[in-house]
T-cell receptor, first 111, second 112 residues
């Protein structure tokens, strides 16, 4: 049973493009949601938290849809440096904060 | 800048041996996590610490694993009787919230 699912990609986009990733989760009691980015053979780095009202950080916008149990990440004006794997993370609810990571979506931005 | 320093960066050990992975936080954090990532697979939660005690642990974190804070600041992850399938990147990660973590650069463990 997959708890957090992501399209592995790769998403291959030109510089300047807008790209969106989705992530679905199975536990309706999940309470916290995050996007991390991971470069090849590096540690994951927190990109942004995802709030119910949606949130934006520069070129990045994250949305949460509790009814359909998915979160999304939108990247505008893609840069070469955005090339990485984007990990969706969902923490369990009910007083537990155990995080479950998705396998990640690979993004390749080309000139 | 990383919030933690992990040592060693790479550890090669023979199957059946014990290994100790170390993590030195740059500053005090309330929460502390250990994760592992087998090559090509997803990041997996192992255990979390709060107030110097284990807060939560996953099914992976069985009797083969133990965590300590030997001197009040550093953290160690001990893996006893290593198996081939323990080969992975092991990350420690402090956090200010129970659901937020800043990963160290990891220790690559190779069991041969």
């Amino acid at each position: 049973r997959k708890e957090v699912e992501q399209d592995p990609g790769p998403f291959n986009v030109p510089e300047g493009a807008t790209v969106a990733f989705n992530c679905t989760y199975s536990n309706s009691a999940s309470q916290s949601f995050f996007w991390y980015r991971q470069d090849c053979r590096k540690e994951p780095k927190l990109l942004m938290s995802v709030y119910s009202s949606g949130n934006e950080d520069g070129r990045f916008t994250a949305q949460l849809n509790r009814a359909s149990q998915y979160i999304s990440l939108l990247i505008r004006d893609s840069k070469l440096s955005d090339s990485a794997t984007y990990l969706c993370v969902v923490t369990s609810g009910g007083g537990s904060y155990i995080p479950t990571f998705g396998r990640g979506t690979s993004l390749i931005v080309h000139p | 800048e990383p919030e933690v320093t992990q040592t060693p960066s790479h550890q090669v050990t023979q199957m059946g041996q014990e290994v100790i992975l170390r993590c030195v936080p740059i500053s005090n954090h309330l929460y502390f996590y250990w994760y592992r990532q087998i090559l090509g697979q997803k990041v997996e939660f192992l255990v979390s610490f709060y107030n110097n005690e284990i807060s939560e642990k996953s099914e992976i974190f069985d009797d083969q694993f133990s965590v300590e804070r030997p001197d009040g600041s550093n953290f160690t992850l001990k893996i006893r009787s290593t198996k081939l399938e323990d080969s992975a990147m092991y990350f420690c990660a402090p956090g200010e919230r129970p659901d937020e973590a800043f990963f160290g650069q990891g220790t690559r463990l190779t069991v041969v």
